[in-house]
């Protein structure tokens, strides 16, 4: 293990934000549309003043079920986007092609769902309408919207203007006088360890100061490893419909989780680490992700600076808030619709309002029915998101003053790279270890 540095690194103040994350429903026997009728409820407030800030007061908000009885040449409806996609994966046809019941289907083109003959609709908790005037490729299902328009009637709301939540409130970024990083790794991938050992050390010696960067390490005050730090790729299985079968863990799944504990031991005695799970660790797999329990990491869990933590992940640092993902809501809203690029789905989820919009129509969640945790509260001032296939990143600014930092986590196994931000300033830049 590399010695401590003798330089003190900063110790800022911390919060955790992620308690709503660590929350579970008390009744699992609600239809997960108990989940959408709690979005709405919640983003209908915040779409009223959205509404209000670009139109005023000028067109009435009414319900869709109430639409064909008033006679309104104009007016305002508010309800949850659903897209009809014929590309969707279905796990009905997964099944009739595993067992041969039914031809494969022609491969999709860069996982993406798209096509020309999707439909979109607005629903409430009553009724739903076919939407004219929303371009198709910019939205998912899930999201929450105000349309203006008028009722073409045979179900068929036309638009002529719409609003999203946009970004929330944020408060002001605090004046720090020095420079304090943040590093944010992802994708370790320690399945395939022997392939990275090298990169790893290499970071290990680097955080330790043995490579002589005296203008960042001692300065860095934090690591955000952001999800599929055991492996990047799933065991392929065979599809099944079987609720209560288990696959056991294999020999290199154990010496991976190993592997990664030895890796936590050395960092934590440098500085704070935050663990977050991802979509193939050893956690649940439909979100909120819980944190990877204590137990599997044997050597690293006695360091009071390993921080277990869940996926989504909210904390603060010096009161500037951070918010992100291990990746997975970024990866179905590109899936799901034209915003090809990590930046731009970041972009857009602020712009809705929620982390993980394609929940739960095409990523598992819990079967939420008081509230929706994924919905965004305050305006982050950072926000990212992990297990991306190549670092990239963005300062965008709100219609209110908001400053928000993007950043796309790059895989780690793949880039060996790690992202490098400073507080001070926001800017973010990577450090790549391959060579000294």
Known sequence: MPEK???????LKYQNFSEKYAEQPEDYNRQYCSIYLARLNEMEIILKNSIKHKWGDTYPIIKLHKLTEEDKDKCVVIGTIFKDQKLKPSILKELSEANQLVAETNPIINNNFTDDSDKLFIEDEVQRYEIDGVPLSDVVTGITIALLGSDAGKGKFIAED??????????????????NYVVFLSGLDLINCEKIMWNLELLTFWLSGMLNDES????????????????????????TISLISRVAETDESVEAVKAFDNFLSQICGLVEVDVMPGENDPSNQILPQKQMHHCMFANSATYKSLHLVPNPYACSLENINILGTSGQPVQHVMWYSENNTPIQALEKCLEWGHI???APDTLGC??????????????????????????STKLIEGAQGQKVRLISIPKFCTSHQAVLLNLKNLECTTKIFDTL
């Open 5 to 11: 540095m003798e330089t003190e690194r900063p110790s």
């Open 162 to 179: 719409y609003v999203f939540a946009g970004l929330r409130e944020q408060i002001e970024k605090p004046l720090l006088q020095e420079d």
């Open 216 to 239: 960042v390490v001692p300065k860095i005050a934090r690591i955000i490893i952001a999800g599929n730090s055991i492996r990047i790729h799933s065991e392929k299985r065979k599809p």
């Open 356 to 358: 993980a919009p394609t």
């Open 366 to 391: 819990y079967p939420y029915y008081k509230n929706d945790p994924f919905i965004i509260e305050k305006c982050p001032h950072i926000f990212f998101a992990g297990n991306q296939d190549e670092f």
